[in-house]
């Protein structure tokens, strides 16, 4: 096999690696992000049924609040009624005390249903603040550990592009160029093995003349195709 084109599989191989290094390392935003929305939507969740739990016990209050007014104007109808000597006011006045009477009997069922509904409120709260707690406790361990993958992968991305120089340093310089247009294009690889006088590249057959040049491994050969670079595989 020619130097030159053990040298691009070297190149080859290092490129490959950084792509793939790249790809994860652009993951690393997009994850951060979902754990994020996760960790936002819990909390969001625990904000909403602690609301609704605070509006729960601010009506529970009015209405407490609401009946203790009722009662103390039933206590003052009922001095005024021991006050007066009209029959037609005390009448009256037994008829409002009446009336906030059957008010207070309806606030106070009012305030048993909200009371039920405070107490399972209470729960939902109690709950949803143990998911939350649990969002963040998973949100904080994955958040480190893609802190630990990010840097390891930029640790790694370091040594390979610098590998990379290297290896470019030693190369003609119009090849290097060849290749990395070749890479740019296909995508996957500028330089493959003929295997059976088949690219494996673009999987095509090639002529009988770049087949025997391949096998010498004199010169730079490329697939009439394709264009990749070709080495002798396996026969």
């Known amino acids: 096999m020619l130097k030159e084109i ?56 009015k209405l407490e609040l609401d009946a203790d007014t009722k009662r103390a104007a039933i206590a003052r109808y009922k001095t005024q009624q021991m006050q007066t000597r009209k029959n037609e006011e ?59 993958k990010t840097a390891a ?17 030693t190369l003609d310089e119009d090849l290097c160029i060849r290749y990395e247009r070749l890479l740019k294009s296909k995508g996957d690889s500028a330089v493959v093995a003929l295997e059976h006088d088949v690219c494996t590249g673009c999987h095509m057959k090639v002529t009988t003349q770049t087949a025997v040049k391949a096998r010498g491994a004199k010169e730079i050969v490329c697939c009439e195709q394709c264009g990749r670079i070709l080495y002798e595989g396996e026969t």
């Open 6 to 61: 053990e040298n691009l599989l070297v190149l080859q191989d290092r490129d490959q690696k950084i792509r793939t290094l790249d790809a994860e390392l652009k993951l690393s935003p997009q994850e951060r992000k979902e754990v994020e929305t996760r960790l936002s939507t819990a909390q969001a969740q625990f904000e909403q049924i602690r609301h609704e739990t605070q509006a729960i016990e601010i009506e529970r209050k």
């Open 153 to 169: 992968l930029e640790s790694r991305l370091s040594e390979l592009r610098s590998t990379r120089e290297s290896l470019v340093a």
């Open 90 to 148: 005390f009448q009256a006045l037994a008829g409002e005390i009446g009336r906030f009477e059957k008010d207070i009997g309806t606030i106070e069922d009012e305030e048993i249903s909200l009371m039920e509904r405070a107490e399972a409120a209470k729960q939902l709260v109690a709950a949803a603040s143990n998911d939350l707690d649990t969002a963040k406790h998973l949100a904080a361990n994955r958040l480190r550990d893609l802190d630990a």
